[in-house]
Protein backbone atom coordinates (compact mmCIF):
# COMPACT_ATOMS: atom_id res chain seq x y z
CA UNK A 1 0.00 0.00 0.00
CA UNK A 2 3.02 2.45 -0.97
CA UNK A 3 1.47 5.58 -1.44
CA UNK A 4 4.40 6.98 -3.86
CA UNK A 5 6.85 4.37 -5.20
CA UNK A 6 9.83 4.72 -7.76
CA UNK A 7 11.22 2.67 -9.94
CA UNK A 8 14.37 1.35 -9.82
CA UNK A 9 15.66 1.92 -6.37
CA UNK A 10 19.43 2.26 -7.81
CA UNK A 11 20.69 2.91 -11.02
CA UNK A 12 23.94 2.59 -12.02
CA UNK A 13 24.70 3.32 -15.52
CA UNK A 14 27.54 4.51 -17.94
CA UNK A 15 28.06 8.08 -19.27
CA UNK A 16 25.99 8.47 -22.53
CA UNK A 17 23.38 6.24 -22.34
CA UNK A 18 20.13 7.00 -22.01
CA UNK A 19 17.89 5.92 -19.23
CA UNK A 20 14.07 6.03 -17.69
CA UNK A 21 12.55 6.18 -14.10
CA UNK A 22 9.18 5.55 -13.21
CA UNK A 23 6.78 7.21 -10.63
CA UNK A 24 3.35 5.63 -9.23
CA UNK A 25 0.53 7.50 -6.49
CA UNK A 26 -1.77 5.78 -5.10
CA UNK A 27 -2.93 8.56 -3.31
CA UNK A 28 -5.45 10.03 -5.73
CA UNK A 29 -3.38 13.12 -6.31
CA UNK A 30 -3.92 15.27 -9.20
CA UNK A 31 -0.13 16.97 -9.44
CA UNK A 32 3.58 15.43 -9.59
CA UNK A 33 6.35 16.55 -8.98
CA UNK A 34 10.63 15.32 -9.89
CA UNK A 35 13.20 16.78 -7.59
CA UNK A 36 16.84 16.04 -7.88
CA UNK A 37 19.04 16.05 -4.58
CA UNK A 38 22.78 16.62 -5.15
CA UNK A 39 25.55 15.14 -3.45
CA UNK A 40 25.46 18.27 -0.80
CA UNK A 41 21.38 17.30 -0.04
CA UNK A 42 20.26 20.33 -1.69
CA UNK A 43 16.17 19.38 -2.86
CA UNK A 44 15.78 21.10 -6.52
CA UNK A 45 12.61 20.97 -8.09
CA UNK A 46 12.90 20.01 -11.56
CA UNK A 47 9.18 19.73 -12.94
CA UNK A 48 5.68 19.73 -12.21
CA UNK A 49 2.69 17.86 -13.63
CA UNK A 50 -1.01 19.13 -12.78
CA UNK A 51 -3.64 16.90 -14.12
CA UNK A 52 -1.29 15.44 -16.60
CA UNK A 53 -0.23 19.02 -18.00
CA UNK A 54 3.39 20.54 -17.38
CA UNK A 55 2.87 23.34 -15.31
CA UNK A 56 6.71 23.58 -13.59
CA UNK A 57 9.54 23.61 -15.63
CA UNK A 58 12.75 24.75 -14.11
CA UNK A 59 16.50 24.88 -15.94
CA UNK A 60 16.81 21.88 -16.89
CA UNK A 61 18.73 20.37 -19.79
CA UNK A 62 16.74 19.42 -22.92
CA UNK A 63 17.98 15.44 -21.93
CA UNK A 64 15.51 15.60 -19.16
CA UNK A 65 12.28 14.90 -20.39
CA UNK A 66 8.88 13.96 -18.23
CA UNK A 67 6.25 12.25 -19.30
CA UNK A 68 2.59 11.67 -17.97
CA UNK A 69 0.68 9.14 -19.25
CA UNK A 70 -2.00 9.92 -16.47
CA UNK A 71 -2.60 11.69 -12.96
CA UNK A 72 -1.12 8.47 -11.41
CA UNK A 73 1.89 8.23 -12.99
CA UNK A 74 4.96 10.57 -14.12
CA UNK A 75 7.94 9.50 -15.48
CA UNK A 76 11.14 10.91 -16.36
CA UNK A 77 13.78 9.96 -19.22
CA UNK A 78 17.08 11.40 -19.67
CA UNK A 79 19.24 11.12 -22.75
CA UNK A 80 22.98 11.14 -22.89
CA UNK A 81 24.00 10.91 -19.50
CA UNK A 82 26.49 12.46 -18.04
CA UNK A 83 28.65 12.19 -14.33
CA UNK A 84 27.01 15.55 -13.04
CA UNK A 85 23.12 14.29 -13.18
CA UNK A 86 24.25 11.50 -10.28
CA UNK A 87 22.31 12.04 -7.47
CA UNK A 88 18.66 11.21 -6.13
CA UNK A 89 16.17 11.97 -7.65
CA UNK A 90 12.42 12.12 -5.79
CA UNK A 91 9.06 11.58 -7.14
CA UNK A 92 6.16 13.13 -5.27
CA UNK A 93 2.94 14.11 -5.62
CA UNK A 94 -0.17 16.48 -4.02
CA UNK A 95 -3.62 17.24 -4.18
CA UNK A 96 -3.60 20.60 -5.86
CA UNK A 97 -1.08 23.09 -6.68
CA UNK A 98 2.30 23.17 -4.09
CA UNK A 99 0.88 27.08 -3.24
CA UNK A 100 -1.32 27.42 -0.48
CA UNK A 101 -1.70 24.20 2.06
CA UNK A 102 -1.27 21.31 -0.32
CA UNK A 103 1.21 19.10 1.27
CA UNK A 104 3.70 17.33 -0.96
CA UNK A 105 4.40 13.67 -0.46
CA UNK A 106 7.43 12.16 -1.31
CA UNK A 107 8.60 8.93 -3.02
CA UNK A 108 11.40 6.59 -1.81
CA UNK A 109 13.96 8.17 -4.13
CA UNK A 110 16.13 6.84 -7.12
CA UNK A 111 19.98 6.81 -6.37
CA UNK A 112 21.38 7.32 -9.81
CA UNK A 113 25.31 6.86 -10.19
CA UNK A 114 26.75 7.58 -13.41
CA UNK A 115 30.12 6.24 -14.49
CA UNK B 1 21.17 35.39 -2.42
CA UNK B 2 19.56 32.34 -2.02
CA UNK B 3 15.78 32.05 -1.78
CA UNK B 4 15.52 30.12 1.47
CA UNK B 5 18.73 29.37 4.09
CA UNK B 6 19.11 27.33 6.61
CA UNK B 7 22.61 26.94 8.70
CA UNK B 8 23.53 23.78 7.72
CA UNK B 9 24.70 22.59 10.81
CA UNK B 10 25.62 20.33 12.20
CA UNK B 11 23.58 21.25 14.89
CA UNK B 12 23.75 19.24 18.24
CA UNK B 13 22.27 19.22 21.50
CA UNK B 14 22.00 16.84 24.07
CA UNK B 15 19.29 13.96 24.66
CA UNK B 16 15.99 16.56 26.65
CA UNK B 17 17.17 19.74 25.10
CA UNK B 18 15.45 21.99 22.87
CA UNK B 19 16.68 22.05 19.51
CA UNK B 20 16.01 25.09 17.96
CA UNK B 21 15.95 25.71 13.71
CA UNK B 22 16.18 28.72 11.69
CA UNK B 23 15.15 29.69 8.18
CA UNK B 24 14.79 32.58 5.99
CA UNK B 25 13.80 33.22 2.94
CA UNK B 26 13.52 35.91 0.44
CA UNK B 27 10.80 36.32 -1.61
CA UNK B 28 8.04 38.51 -0.03
CA UNK B 29 4.97 36.65 -1.80
CA UNK B 30 5.53 33.35 -0.19
CA UNK B 31 2.77 32.20 1.57
CA UNK B 32 3.20 28.45 2.47
CA UNK B 33 6.03 27.42 4.82
CA UNK B 34 6.70 23.57 5.98
CA UNK B 35 9.24 21.51 7.59
CA UNK B 36 10.23 17.94 6.56
CA UNK B 37 12.79 15.83 8.26
CA UNK B 38 14.76 13.56 6.34
CA UNK B 39 16.91 10.42 7.78
CA UNK B 40 20.02 9.31 5.71
CA UNK B 41 19.40 7.92 3.03
CA UNK B 42 15.74 8.41 3.44
CA UNK B 43 12.88 10.54 1.46
CA UNK B 44 11.69 13.97 3.19
CA UNK B 45 8.64 13.71 5.58
CA UNK B 46 6.15 16.62 6.39
CA UNK B 47 6.74 17.40 9.68
CA UNK B 48 5.08 21.17 10.44
CA UNK B 49 3.35 23.29 8.40
CA UNK B 50 2.72 26.72 8.89
CA UNK B 51 0.42 29.58 7.20
CA UNK B 52 0.05 32.47 9.53
CA UNK B 53 2.50 34.66 11.33
CA UNK B 54 2.68 33.34 14.97
CA UNK B 55 3.30 29.89 16.47
CA UNK B 56 1.62 26.32 15.58
CA UNK B 57 2.19 23.36 18.12
CA UNK B 58 1.97 19.87 17.45
CA UNK B 59 3.12 17.86 19.97
CA UNK B 60 6.76 18.53 21.06
CA UNK B 61 7.06 20.69 17.62
CA UNK B 62 6.43 24.36 17.33
CA UNK B 63 6.96 26.17 14.26
CA UNK B 64 7.50 29.53 14.17
CA UNK B 65 6.52 32.24 11.27
CA UNK B 66 7.44 36.05 10.97
CA UNK B 67 6.31 37.32 7.49
CA UNK B 68 8.07 40.68 8.33
CA UNK B 69 10.88 39.37 9.38
CA UNK B 70 11.10 36.87 6.43
CA UNK B 71 11.84 34.05 9.13
CA UNK B 72 10.37 30.84 10.19
CA UNK B 73 11.90 28.26 12.97
CA UNK B 74 11.32 25.04 14.07
CA UNK B 75 11.71 24.51 17.90
CA UNK B 76 12.08 20.36 19.31
CA UNK B 77 11.09 20.21 22.89
CA UNK B 78 12.52 17.54 24.73
CA UNK B 79 14.64 16.61 21.86
CA UNK B 80 15.49 12.19 21.47
CA UNK B 81 18.13 10.54 19.58
CA UNK B 82 15.21 9.44 17.12
CA UNK B 83 15.04 13.45 16.35
CA UNK B 84 18.90 13.09 14.61
CA UNK B 85 17.95 14.28 10.91
CA UNK B 86 18.68 16.66 8.18
CA UNK B 87 15.28 19.37 8.71
CA UNK B 88 14.26 21.33 5.50
CA UNK B 89 12.47 24.32 5.10
CA UNK B 90 10.14 24.63 1.89
CA UNK B 91 8.36 27.74 1.18
CA UNK B 92 5.92 27.84 -1.44
CA UNK B 93 4.79 31.13 -3.36
CA UNK B 94 2.66 32.70 -5.84
CA UNK B 95 3.79 30.47 -9.06
CA UNK B 96 2.48 27.10 -6.88
CA UNK B 97 6.30 25.82 -6.41
CA UNK B 98 8.05 24.74 -3.62
CA UNK B 99 11.67 25.99 -3.15
CA UNK B 100 13.54 24.10 -0.13
CA UNK B 101 16.52 25.59 1.81
CA UNK B 102 19.53 23.12 1.94
CA UNK B 103 18.97 21.59 5.00
CA UNK B 104 20.28 22.00 9.08
CA UNK B 105 21.78 18.38 10.13
CA UNK B 106 20.61 17.76 13.70
CA UNK B 107 22.24 15.58 16.32
CA UNK B 108 20.90 14.13 19.53
CA UNK B 109 23.32 12.87 21.75
CA UNK B 110 22.28 10.87 24.95
Known amino acids: DTAVSQTPKYLVTQMGNDKSIKCEQNLGHDTMYWYKQDSKKFLKIMFS???????INETVPNRFSPKSPDKAHLNLHINSLELGDSAVYFC??????????????FGPGTRLLVL | QKEVEQNSGPLSVPEGAIASLNCTYS??????FFWYRQYSGKSPELIMSIYSNGDKEDGRFTAQLNKASQYVSLLIRDSQPSDSATYLC??????????FGAGTRLTVKP
Open chain 1, 92 to 105: ASSQGLAGGSKTQY
Open chain 2, 90 to 99: AVTGNNNDMR
Open chain 2, 27 to 32: DRVSQS
Open chain 1, 49 to 55: YNNKELI
